[in-house]
Protein backbone atom coordinates (compact mmCIF):
# COMPACT_ATOMS: atom_id res chain seq x y z
CA UNK A 1 0.00 0.00 0.00
CA UNK A 2 1.24 3.31 -0.80
CA UNK A 3 1.20 5.78 2.25
CA UNK A 4 2.08 8.98 0.54
CA UNK A 5 -1.76 9.61 -0.53
CA UNK A 6 -2.47 8.86 2.85
CA UNK A 7 -3.24 11.94 4.84
CA UNK A 8 -0.30 12.39 7.81
CA UNK A 9 -2.91 13.41 10.58
CA UNK A 10 -6.31 12.05 10.89
CA UNK A 11 -8.60 12.32 13.94
CA UNK A 12 -11.23 10.28 14.83
CA UNK A 13 -13.88 10.91 17.61
CA UNK A 14 -14.75 8.29 19.80
CA UNK A 15 -17.15 7.03 23.01
CA UNK A 16 -14.65 5.24 24.55
CA UNK A 17 -13.12 6.40 28.38
CA UNK A 18 -9.94 8.20 28.53
CA UNK A 19 -8.59 8.80 31.86
CA UNK A 20 -5.66 11.26 32.70
CA UNK A 21 -4.28 10.05 36.46
CA UNK A 22 -1.16 11.59 37.86
CA UNK A 23 -0.05 10.34 41.48
CA UNK A 24 -3.45 9.30 42.09
CA UNK A 25 -5.27 12.08 40.86
CA UNK A 26 -7.60 11.84 38.52
CA UNK A 27 -6.89 15.28 36.03
CA UNK A 28 -9.39 13.92 33.42
CA UNK A 29 -12.30 11.34 32.82
CA UNK A 30 -14.45 11.76 29.56
CA UNK A 31 -15.85 9.59 26.72
CA UNK A 32 -15.78 12.79 24.03
CA UNK A 33 -12.40 12.08 23.06
CA UNK A 34 -10.60 12.75 19.68
CA UNK A 35 -7.91 10.31 18.95
CA UNK A 36 -5.38 12.16 16.98
CA UNK A 37 -3.37 9.47 14.39
CA UNK A 38 -0.38 11.37 13.08
CA UNK A 39 1.78 9.25 11.13
CA UNK A 40 5.45 8.19 12.77
CA UNK A 41 3.90 9.34 16.33
CA UNK A 42 1.58 7.36 18.92
CA UNK A 43 -2.17 8.06 19.12
CA UNK A 44 -3.08 10.67 20.97
CA UNK A 45 -6.29 11.37 22.86
CA UNK A 46 -7.51 15.20 22.77
CA UNK A 47 -10.06 16.04 25.19
CA UNK A 48 -12.48 18.39 25.82
CA UNK A 49 -12.00 20.96 28.70
CA UNK A 50 -15.32 20.70 30.00
CA UNK A 51 -13.80 17.01 31.03
CA UNK A 52 -10.45 17.81 32.87
CA UNK A 53 -10.02 19.41 36.01
CA UNK A 54 -8.16 22.27 34.65
CA UNK A 55 -8.45 24.06 37.83
CA UNK A 56 -5.49 21.82 38.89
CA UNK A 57 -3.44 22.79 35.82
CA UNK A 58 -1.30 25.50 35.35
CA UNK A 59 0.13 26.89 31.97
CA UNK A 60 3.57 26.74 31.71
CA UNK A 61 5.72 29.20 29.53
CA UNK A 62 6.74 26.05 27.04
CA UNK A 63 5.50 26.87 23.47
CA UNK A 64 6.17 24.23 20.62
CA UNK A 65 5.43 24.79 16.81
CA UNK A 66 4.00 21.70 14.90
CA UNK A 67 4.38 22.50 10.85
CA UNK A 68 1.10 20.40 10.55
CA UNK A 69 -0.95 21.48 13.84
CA UNK A 70 0.35 24.96 14.77
CA UNK A 71 1.83 26.35 18.45
CA UNK A 72 1.14 24.27 20.97
CA UNK A 73 0.76 25.70 24.86
CA UNK A 74 1.76 23.22 27.86
CA UNK A 75 0.11 22.71 31.14
CA UNK A 76 2.20 21.78 34.24
CA UNK A 77 0.49 19.91 37.53
CA UNK A 78 2.20 20.66 40.88
CA UNK A 79 5.72 19.78 40.57
CA UNK A 80 5.41 18.21 37.04
CA UNK A 81 6.02 20.54 34.07
CA UNK A 82 4.48 19.75 30.91
CA UNK A 83 2.46 17.17 31.54
CA UNK A 84 -0.42 18.64 29.08
CA UNK A 85 -0.46 19.76 25.95
CA UNK A 86 -3.17 22.13 23.96
CA UNK A 87 -3.69 23.87 20.47
CA UNK A 88 -5.57 26.97 20.97
CA UNK A 89 -5.46 27.89 17.43
CA UNK A 90 -4.42 25.10 15.59
CA UNK A 91 -4.25 24.98 11.84
CA UNK A 92 -7.50 25.21 9.76
CA UNK A 93 -7.90 21.84 8.67
CA UNK A 94 -7.22 20.50 12.47
CA UNK A 95 -9.54 23.45 14.05
CA UNK A 96 -11.54 19.81 15.53
CA UNK A 97 -8.56 19.70 18.52
CA UNK A 98 -8.70 23.18 19.26
CA UNK A 99 -8.90 23.91 22.66
CA UNK A 100 -9.01 20.21 23.57
CA UNK A 101 -5.98 19.10 26.26
CA UNK A 102 -3.58 16.29 25.85
CA UNK A 103 -2.14 14.57 28.47
CA UNK A 104 1.12 12.48 28.10
CA UNK A 105 0.10 8.63 28.53
CA UNK A 106 -3.87 9.10 28.96
CA UNK A 107 -5.73 5.72 28.15
CA UNK A 108 -8.63 4.58 26.69
CA UNK A 109 -10.40 1.53 28.74
Do not use: N
Not at 83 to 100: C, N, Q, T
Amino acid sequence: MDDAHEPSITLYPHSHRVQAVIDGTRLADTTRAIELCERGYPPRQYLPRDDVRMDLLTPSETVTHCPLKGDASYFSFGERKDVAWSYERPLEELKGIAMRVVFYGAECE
